[in-house]
Structures are given as structure tokens and as C-alpha cells.
């Protein structure tokens, strides 16, 4: 049974730094694509950034040049560097593996880490 571990979250003052980190569990995910999005009160859940087996990445034109996500396949872990962290950062953030089955895709999340950037 495939599992998500977030951990790294918390309250962080504005400029601040964060390092989510997520460790998966139950399966072989070197070719999956791993990501991280967020989910603000009264918003829909949006991509942050995800990156791909070959280190692709891509972000999400709010985070561009303040968050790097990188990957660790010998670890099954997928990280997100948070850096010049604003309020508008404050979300849970989820850990998202979409992992390629004979049949397409499927998608994995974990549970959810709370980040709150307030002063």
C-alpha cells in the first residue's frame, strides 16, 4: 500500500524559509512524477511545482524563483525549498505522486502539511 509522509511544516515569519519534505512508501516510484500543490481556506487546490523522473520541473508563476523542489529516487522522497516565504504562501500543502500503471496514471497524495507565514 503506497503511503505519503509529509513533514517540514509550520509558522514561519515573511522572508522566511521552509524545507517540505515527502517520503513514499509501498512501491517503485523512479519513473512517477512527484509533486507538491496547496490548498489556501477557500480556495481550489493548485500545482506548486512538480518535477519529473528524468529532473524536469515546472512551477507555478507564483512561486518562480522562490521555491526549488528536487527529488532524492534512492530515497523515494521528493523535497520543496520555500524561500522569501509570503502570506499568500499560507496554505496545506500535499505531496502528490502520479505513478504510471499499465492503464494510464494513477495519482497518490499525502496527507497534508500546514505552512502559515505571518508575522
Known amino acids: 500500500q503506497v503511503q505519503l509522509v509529509e513533514s517540514g511544516g509550520g509558522l514561519v515569519q515573511p522572508g522566511g524559509s521552509l524545507r517540505l519534505s515527502c517520503a513514499a512508501s509501498?512501491?517503485?516510484?523512479?519513473?512517477?512524477?512527484m509533486g507538491w500543490y496547496r490548498q489556501a481556506p477557500g480556495k481550489q487546490r493548485e500545482l506548486v511545482a512538480r518535477?519529473?523522473?528524468?529532473?524536469?520541473?515546472n512551477y507555478a508563476d507564483s512561486v518562480k524563483g522562490r521555491f526549488t523542489i528536487s527529488r532524492d529516487n534512492a530515497k523515494s522522497t521528493v523535497y520543496l525549498q520555500m524561500n522569501s516565504l509570503k502570506p499568500d504562501d499560507t496554505a496545506v500543502y500535499y505531496c502528490?505522486?502520479?505513478?504510471?500503471?499499465?492503464?494510464?496514471?494513477?495519482?497518490?497524495w499525502g496527507q497534508g502539511t500546514q505552512v502559515t507565514v505571518s508575522s
Open positions: 502528490n505522486i502520479n505513478q504510471p500503471t499499465p492503464w494510464g496514471t494513477r495519482d497518490y
Open positions: 509501498g512501491g517503485i516510484f523512479t519513473f512517477s512524477v
Open positions: 518535477i519529473t523522473s528524468g529532473g524536469n520541473t
